[in-house]
Structure formats: C-alpha cells, structure tokens
C-alpha cells in the first residue's frame, strides 16, 4: 500500500505534465514560434540546474560550486552517443521515435557518467566543509573542463558539433518534472529527513548515527547525476558542446538562482531559475550588463535578504496562499524543519 | 640544465606573484575566516590602476625606475582603498552572519568587479571593456648576463620582481611581528572577540588587514604586468584562484606559509607545465589543492585545529 502510493507520487507528475507539455509543444509548433519554445528550453534546462543544486546546497548545506562540471561530463557523454547514433534507426520503430529512444538512452548515460564523477569527486571532497568544499569543487570543475578541453576524441577546445537537434518543450519540460519530483520525494524521505538534520547540525546529526559522509555523498551523486541530464539537453538543442559553455561562470549562474530563490526551498528555485532566465531573455540588448545585475543581486540579497525569497519553505508554505485553502500536504518537507540559520561565529547570530 | 635553471627562473617569478597575492588571502582569512574571493580581482584592478595612472602621468613614452614607483604606490593606495571599500560595505555587515553567506557575498563582489570592469562606455576611457589593454613599459628590459654561460635567458625584470616581492614581503613581516598594528592584528586573527575586550579597535584592525592586502595584490599585479603586458578584466580570475592555492598549500592564515606556498606552487606549475603538457598547467594548481586538503589540510605551515562541540 504504501510503497503503491510511493509510486503513484512519483508518477503522478509525469501524468499531469506530460499532456500539458505535449499540448503546448504542439501549439508551439502549429504557430512555429521557435524563440518561444528556445527560452522555454533554456527555463526547463535551468530550473533542472537550479533544482538539483538545491539538493546539494539547500538540503544538505553543503557548497557546491561544480555543477558546471557535472553538466560537461553528461553533455559530452549524451552528445558522444547521439553522435555515435546518427544515421542509425532501431528497427520496428518510425524514424522520429527512433531517435527520441536513443536521445533517451544517450540522457539516460550521460546521468550514469555524470553520477560517477559526482561519487568520484564527492567521495574525498565531502570530508570537507564549507568554504573549503567549495573551493575544491570549484577546482574539481574546472579540473574536468581542463580534461575535456585536452582530449581529442571529445574535439578539445573547438568541441563536438552537429549534434542533432533533439531537444524540444516536451523534452526539457519533463527534465524539469522529473526534477522536481525527485526533489520533493527526496524531501519527504527518510533520506531527505538526513540531508536537512546534516545542514541544521553535522556534529549533532552524526551524534545522532547519521551516516553524514555516505549521505552527503549520495545527495551529491544525485546532484551530480541532474546536473548531467540538464548538460545532455542544452547540447542537443545548441547543437554545440564546447569546454566553453561549462566554465565555472555556469556554476555561479546556477547558484545565483538557487541563492535568490531561498537554500532549500524547491518551489523558490523553480521561481528563481524561470524568473532569471526570462528576465535575461528580455534583457538580451543589454547583454554586457548582464552578469553586473547578477552580481548584484547576488551582494544585494545576501546583504538584505540572505535567506533568499523564500527562505527553506516551499510555495504553498505561504500565509497567503494558506489562507486561500491551499492544500497543505502533512509533512511539507523542510518547512517543518527548523529555520536554517547555522550559528557557527560563535556569537548568537542575529537573525 | 638550460631547460631546467629556465623553469627555475620563470618558476620563481611566478612564484613570488602568486605569493604576494596569497598574502592577501592568508591575511583575510585570518582575521575573518572568511575567504576573500574578490581577492583575484583587486589584483585585477591594481594592473588597471597602473595602467590608467602610467596613462595619466604620460608615462608610455619615458620608462624609468622613479616612474615605475609611482605607478606601484599609486596602484597600491588605490587598491588599498578599494579592500577597504569593499569590506566596509559588503562584508562588513554579514560579520555575523553565517560564514556562507559572506563566501556568496564575496563571489558576488569578484563578480560585479569582473563584469563591471568588462562595460564599456561611449567617449569614456574607464572601465576598459572586455578587449586586453597592452599594459604601458615602467622599466627597460635588459638581459642580464650572469646565467649566459649555462644558456639561461635572465632579465632585469626578473631580478627587479623578486627584489620588490622579497621587500614587501621582508616588510610584512616586520609589520606582523613587529609593530603594534601586527600585534593587534595577530590577537583579532587568535580570538576576535577577546581581542575586542581586551581594547583592541577590531573593526579598523580589520580593515587595515583588507588594505594592506589589497596592497600587496597591487604591487602583485604591477610586477606580474611589466613581464606579462596583456591585461584584461578576467585574468585575475584565475591568478586569484591560484593564489588561494598557494595559501591553502602553506597553511592558510600563516604569513610565511603564504609566501613558501606561493614559491612552491609557482615552480610546481612551471616545472609540470614544461616538462610535460603545458595545456593542463591550470589544472596542476587546482590538482595540487585537492591533494593538500585530502593529505594535509592545515597546510604545511598551518596549525591543526581540533573542532569542539
């Protein structure tokens, strides 16, 4: 029974967005409204980056900044694939199918290698804390860019071209929800339960016998395992894999957006990931101020708002919304958790 | 031999820089527990304070020791103010605030520096845009003759920028061990509220470690541009990265392992970067650091700390 309804919550997203998601793609294409559906990619693609670093640096309080890293390992193993794919159909199946399984496969390995190297970085890393751990993944990022950059069957610093165009609204959206899905049964559960008793208090949850290595290391791996899927689908729709585009600008711009939605807050970094990407599309003859806004939002919330726009709780956590009869679900996640403001200065921060 | 005493000389340059910057780090890092991201970038813009002062002062045309000085102090005190700034108003008032909230802040800080440097705008000659500016000869370059028996290329500017970096460092040290100000700053770095209570002004002592640190960064940068002319807002981003390497490698908050571990990491990087494959001489440092954090995190001059519940 209940393993039955663990299921169903699981699934029930996919039912309810992929029919939307088919429906708007098709509305897309009848009026070939292609930038439409480029920036709905580009949110669908960043709102997987978003969330799934929220797993690392919301739940768990640890701090990431290698995400860009993951990213390039799947981009370039799903792009390899597709790739090693083209020409090719599987038999039985129409040739549009055909290619959409194999792109499924490809994401499908580009997660595997990505959560490799998430295990591989995050196994000697996750010993460390806070500044540290970012610097190091930071480093580890950039030490698989410099990798990717030095191999020549990965096409080094020019990259790998032609890939096909595979990527479209259904596909990103669907990264998105499975994204999401994944984050919210994780915080549900007893895994997730772990993740927020390490970022409130590592020393206490260990005292408590929670395995915070092993389970730090799997939010990692988890993590690691998204930020490869949402790498897999920006190449299939640039069409372009360079070292490049996986700088760790990529992983700041990623921060950024899980900082200013709120450290562990789902609904906060899907709002975030959307709002900033639109926002930047609109912006678009302004580019060169581009990453000035960001910087500046970035020193601006932390000086006035550090808790991000939503602080730990999700959307429907809202007094507003509360008070509309919004179905609160019983155990919401980390909202039930207390507030997570570490003191670690040893003063009583002020909150 | 030749390759080898050349990897030496080169190694050492860089090491020096790398030191100087590290200084920064180590300073900071002391007195704030705070890493100061936009370190890398204070670095930055100390070569592009040069760069404008040398335009200013009519430099380009007559290089000369006397000018080069005043290039490096005008740098220095620019730079100087700019870490005072720079901590008054954003890390100033996250002092109490968890340690990851002002590591955002600070990359945020190196960001809006990066970027905002990369602006450009109509009919104005600052900020200078994301093209690399060609930074203006302070000095003649002449070959020095000593090593041309064993074949090794060594210049005044070498000899000049370990001078410089050694006599700032020399000084450094004095300050740190010697002086009143040193003192303070020692205790701020031992237990900052003690040292509070003990009437030791630990706000300004704090921002004088920012100043003196983006100081030294200037002067960093100034050696580093007359051997290395092209500037660009991005390239302290990684020099920056590196250096913090450096101070992690030798401990960080320790003065003397800032200096040791910018030496070794300089040398480290020339030396793997020569002999074998030159296009993953960014990645040494960072291989570097994850060794020394994995084998000794305290660095090599560092002291362990125990952490209490």
């Not at chain 1, 799934?52 to 799903?78: D, E, I, K, P, R």
């Not at chain 2, 520096?113 to 104005?124: I, M, N, R, W």
């Not at chain 2, 000593?146 to 060594?154: E, K, Q, R, S, T």
């Not at chain 2, 793997?272 to 993953?280: E, K």
Request: glycine share 12%.
């Amino acid at each position: 029974m209940g393993l039955a309804r663990g299921v169903l919550r699981s699934v029930l997203p996919f039912l309810v967005g992929l029919p939307l998601l088919l429906a708007l793609q098709a509305l897309l294409d009848a009026r070939g409204w292609d930038d439409v559906s480029l920036i709905l990619i580009n949110v669908g693609v960043n709102v997987v980056l978003a969330v799934s670093l929220n797993v690392v640096n919301g739940f768990t309080g640890q701090f990431s900044l290698g995400h860009a890293g993951f990213m390039a390992v799947g981009a370039y193993t799903a792009a390899k694939i597709t790739l090693g794919f083209t020409g090719l159909q599987i038999a039985f199946l129409p040739e549009a199918i055909s290619d959409h399984v194999i792109f499924a496969f490809a994401l499908g390995c580009g997660m595997a290698t990505a959560a490799l190297a998430g295990f591989l970085v995050g196994m000697p890393s996750l010993r460390l804390r806070g500044d540290y751990l970012a610097i190091v993944t930071l480093g580890f990022g950039e030490i698989i860019r410099s990798i990717v950059e030095n191999m020549r069957f990965l096409g080094q610093a020019t990259g790998l071209s032609g890939i096909p165009r595979l990527t479209n609204v259904t596909w990103a959206g669907v990264g998105a929800v499975a994204t999401f899905a994944m984050a919210r049964r994780l915080a549900v559960s007893t895994q997730g339960r772990a993740l927020f008793a390490i970022r409130e208090d590592e020393v206490a949850a260990e005292a408590m016998g929670v395995d915070t290595t092993g389970y730090k290391v799997r939010a990692f791996v988890i993590s690691a395992a998204y930020a490869g899927l949402a790498g897999g689908l920006i190449v299939h729709v640039l069409q372009l894999a360079t070292p490049r585009s996986f700088t760790f600008i990529r992983s700041i711009e990623v921060v950024v957006m899980v900082v200013l939605g709120g450290l562990g807050s789902i609904t906060g970094s899907i709002l975030a990931a959307t709002g900033l990407t639109i926002a930047l599309e609109a912006l678009r003859e302004f580019e060169q101020f581009r990453m000035v806004v960001y910087a500046l939002l970035l020193v601006a919330f932390m000086l006035l708002r550090p808790q991000g726009i939503f602080g730990t709780r999700e959307l429907w956590d809202l007094k507003l919304l509360r008070r509309l009869g919004w179905p609160r679900t019983a155990a919401a996640g980390p909202a039930g958790a207390a507030p997570t403001e570490v003191r670690d200065d040893g003063v009583g921060g002020r909150r | 031999m030749t390759e080898f005493v050349q990897h030496l000389v080169n190694g050492l340059s860089l090491g020096t820089i790398y030191a100087l910057i590290a200084l920064g780090y180590t300073m900071v890092y002391g007195v704030l527990k705070l890493i100061n991201f936009a370190h890398g970038d204070i670095y930055m813009v100390g070569a592009f304070a040069g760069y404008y002062i040398a335009g200013a002062a009519a430099l380009r045309d007559a290089p000369s020791i006397a000018r080069a000085s005043l290039v490096t102090l005008g740098a220095m005190l620019l730079c100087g103010a700019l870490g005072y700034l720079i901590e008054r108003f954003a890390y100033r008032p996250l002092r109490h605030r968890p340690r990851l909230t002002a590591l955002i802040t600070a990359i945020g800080v190196s960001f809006l520096l990066e970027y905002g440097f990369q602006l450009q705008f109509k009919g104005s000659r600052f900020p200078p845009g994301p093209t690399p500016r060609v930074f203006p000869i302070l000095v003649k370059r002449e070959p020095v003759g000593w090593l041309d028996a064993i074949g090794v290329n060594l210049s005044n500017y070498d000899l000049i920028g370990l001078g410089v970096a050694l006599g700032l460092m020399l000084g450094l040290q004095w300050i740190v061990y010697r002086t009143r100000f040193g003192t303070a700053m020692r205790a701020v770095s031992f237990d900052p509220q003690v040292a509070g209570l003990m009437g030791i002004p630990v706000n300004r002592i704090i921002s004088w470690t920012f100043v003196l640190g983006s100081a030294l960064a200037a002067a960093a940068a100034i050696i580093n541009a007359t051997f290395r002319p092209r500037i660009d807002p991005l390239f302290g981003l990684m020099s920056g990265l590196k250096a913090f390497v450096a101070a992690v490698l030798g401990g960080i908050g320790s003065v003397p392992g800032a200096m040791v571990g910018g030496l070794v990491l300089g040398l480290a990087e020339e030396y793997v970067a020569g002999y074998t494959l030159s296009s993953y001489r960014d990645a040494i440092a960072f291989a570097v650091l994850i060794l020394v954090l994995l084998v000794r995190p305290e660095g090599l001059f560092g002291r362990a700390t125990v952490e209490k519940v």
